[in-house]
């Protein structure tokens, strides 16, 4: 099971790696948390110095990318002369299934942390069946 989620986390590397930005900052993989309940999947991104206006959440095909971009904001007349936390854009990348209804799928964000939530569609929820006794 350990080698299949180093195998998925490579794949995200590579194919994050190979895509061309346009701005000339560093591109940064965010840390997230999936967890799945009875009804949705959550996927939690932690994405410093991103706000609601600054993230891009783009769904084609079956292809969900998360996108963040941080400005640097530095005060007026200072220089920064060392720095020991990067800054940069955050992109993630997801596949979904067939599971997912597409339509409902709701983003929140608070103080740099993205919820994503992926409601399952009605075909896949568990219910439960009624066992009746034969007559």
Excluded at 37 to 47: G, L, N
Excluded at 94 to 114: C, H, M, P, Q, Y
Aim: net charge negative.
């Amino acid at each position: 099971m350990a080698d299949k989620a180093k195998e998925i986390q490579k794949k995200e590397t590579d194919s994050v790696e190979r895509v061309e930005h346009t701005r000339a900052t560093q591109v940064y993989t965010p840390d997230v948390d999936i967890i799945e309940r009875e009804d949705c999947i959550v996927v939690t991104a932690d994405m410093p110095g991103v706000d609601e206006n600054a993230i891009d959440i783009t769904l084609e095909k079956n292809v969900l990318t998360l996108y963040g971009k941080v400005d640097i904001d530095l005060p007026e007349r200072l220089k920064l002369l060392h720095a020991e936390y990067g800054i940069g854009d955050y992109k993630r990348v997801f596949t979904l299934s067939g599971e997912i209804d597409r339509d409902k799928i709701d983003a929140t964000v608070k103080n740099g942390v993205l919820k994503v939530l992926l409601p399952k569609a009605e075909a896949v929820k568990t219910r439960k069946i009624e066992v009746r006794a034969e007559v």
